[in-house]
């Protein structure tokens, strides 16, 4: 008994020998750059100069009165808006309707077919589209001739209407497919027993969708709206990619207007702060869905 509690000290002095690198590391290249971010964001800094000067929270109050960062948020969160809509709900029901297949073949070839979009980068896969959208030689508009609705086609990323939905609609198309997946592997993992018993009780496919598959994925729900949502706020290169943030500053997101404070108008500290903005937000978002999901846990 007495070489157990002699050997608990050494065992404890073990594990944090293991612990302390990894924490060093994650404190190091993580949690002290947050806090120098900070620290810059209450400076006017030219990085070309090197000249700082002291402004306190004056980069934040300007955030306030930028009509450009308001608009980037709204374009943030529209994006996350249309990414619920497909990315969760609607690759939810994609992966309940190809999961009722009986047969194994289709249901593997279908799986394949979704997921090749999302093999494709972001960056390439928003040059793709930008010929696609190309207003004269673009496969949208000749696509729209073809049918009789020429009438409809335009320069779909040269307008600030339509410019960020097509940015958005590229989106979708590319991460649909993983999602897809995502909730494909949730739902194999319900006992075929449930859906059994809820076909015994005479229940419908409809009615088993709503009844079994919804509630019994809702942790790998909660899972991908925070993904979705946190990703987002994160949006960078497809807008670099297609628009550069124009016409008119109309496609500019966070991230791209953070990118063009700092390093195009040369306001390094007020880049800064849309950064500490940014952390705020994505971190909120993350902690909320996260303690919805240890609450609706799932246990079978």
């Known amino acids: 008994m007495r070489t157990i509690f002699r050997r608990a000290p050494f065992q404890r002095a073990l594990g944090l020998a293991w612990v302390i690198p990894a924490l060093a590391l994650v404190g190091v290249f993580v949690y002290l750059p947050l806090v120098q971010n900070f620290g ?21 109050r300007k955030l306030v009165d930028d009509p450009v960062f308001w608009s980037s948020f709204g374009n943030n969160l529209l994006y996350a808006v249309v990414s619920i809509a497909f990315q969760v709900f609607g690759a939810l029901l994609l992966a309940a309707l190809v999961e009722s297949i009986r047969s194994e073949r289709w249901r593997r070839g279908l799986r394949a077919i979704y997921f090749i979009p999302s093999a494709i980068s972001l960056t390439v896969a928003g040059l793709l589209f930008y010929f696609v959208y190309e207003p004269n ?30 940015i958005i609609a590229m989106s979708q198309w590319q991460g649909f497919g993983y999602s897809t997946l995502l909730f494909a592997v949730a739902i194999q993992r319900i006992p075929s027993e449930i859906y059994g018993a809820a076909a015994i009780d005479g229940t419908g496919p409809i009615r088993r969708f ?62 800064a702060a849309i950064a500490t903005v940014l952390f705020v937000i994505t971190l909120g978002i993350a902690m909320a869905q996260l303690w919805v999901t240890r609450r609706r846990r799932v246990e079978w």
């Open 137 to 166: 030689l673009g496969l949208l508009n000749h696509a729209l001739e073809a049918v009789g609705l020429g009438r409809f086609g335009q320069s779909w990323l040269g307008q600030g209407d339509t410019a960020m939905f097509a």
């Open 40 to 60: 810059f964001s209450t400076l006017k800094w030219d990085i070309y100069s090197g000249s700082q000067e002291y402004v306190g929270l004056g980069n934040y």
């Open 210 to 271: 709503v009844h079994v598959t919804v509630p019994l994925v809702r942790e790998m729900t909660g899972l991908m709206m925070m993904v979705t949502i946190s990703g987002a706020f994160q949006v960078f290169n497809e807008v670099m990619v297609m628009t550069g943030g124009g016409p008119d500053n109309s496609t500019q997101v966070l991230g791209t207007w953070l990118y063009r404070s700092g390093f195009v108008r040369n306001n390094f500290g007020y880049a």
